[in-house]
């Protein structure tokens, strides 16, 4: 991980509530992660901007500077640390909001330590070591080279119409996390309404088609019911 000890991921905990910020860095040193906490939301942005973390816990509501405003603007002076933002704002809207912004996951109030430790070393796994994003991804055996375009599954290559390779690195990026049908039609369509189409299911359908290599094997890519899709690794 660029700029941090090898043996410890740094990462920034910003929480103005004493008691999450204890619980939050006890949480993560538990987990073998080295913790530095601000409670403002202008010494947060600060660290953040001048440190060097592998990873940034962002609260959503901060009595100073909103989370989003801090996440925009470390996105628009070119700092890609992960951010995952920790908020007791628990509605779809508000999460496609934090993911908009820039943050890479977002966790719910009150939270579990595991799935916070799990959250957090997947981002840290799927971030280019060089922090810019174009590292290959991979899940089992299918690869996503964002430097270059190349889609692979198995060692085939895979063809991919430009929406269907929008679609797949988008979902790629958020591995293991439901991705909603709002958050793909910003994503990919660029669309700001739960348009009333199925474009979403036709395409979803035909990039299972052809990541499975037209059936040969799994698709990887599950809906879940009322929810939306997720992109995991097969059993």
């Known amino acids: 991980m660029h700029g941090a000890s090898a043996s ?14 204890i619980e939050v860095s006890a949480a993560l040193e538990d987990f073998g992660f080295e913790v530095e906490c601000v409670p403002t939301g202008f010494e947060g942005l600060l660290r953040a ?8 816990v962002l609260d959503r509501m901060l009595p100073d500077i909103d989370g989003l405003s801090i996440l925009s603007t470390l996105r628009n002076i070119g700092k890609q640390t992960p951010v995952l933002i920790l908020s007791a704002l628990d ?13 890479d996951d977002y966790v719910v109030k009150p939270f579990d330590a ?14 280019s070591l060089n922090g810019n994003g174009s590292a290959v991804m991979r899940i089992d055996d299918l690869t996503l080279d964002p430097a270059t375009g190349d889609v692979r599954r198995a060692g085939h290559a895979v063809e991919l119409k430009p929406r ?64 939306g899709y997720i992109i995991h690794a097969s059993a």
């Open 49 to 56: 901007t001048n440190g060097e973390f592998d990873a940034v």
């Open 164 to 227: 269907e390779y929008k679609l797949l690195e988008f979902m790629m990026r958020h591995v293991g996390q439901v991705v909603t049908r709002a958050m793909l039609l910003e994503a990919v369509w660029n669309y700001h309404f739960n348009a009333q189409t199925n474009v979403i299911d036709m395409h979803i359908s035909n990039l299972r088609r052809k990541i499975s290599l037209n059936g040969r094997t799994s698709a990887l890519i599950v809906t879940v019911r009322n929810a």
């Open 91 to 103: 509605a779809v809207d508000e999460r496609v909001r934090g993911l908009r912004a820039g943050g």
């Open 114 to 127: 595991l799935e916070l430790n799990a959250r957090l070393k997947a981002l840290l796994r799927r971030r």
């Open 8 to 21: 410890k991921p740094r990462v920034l905990v910003v929480e103005d509530d004493r008691c999450a910020r």
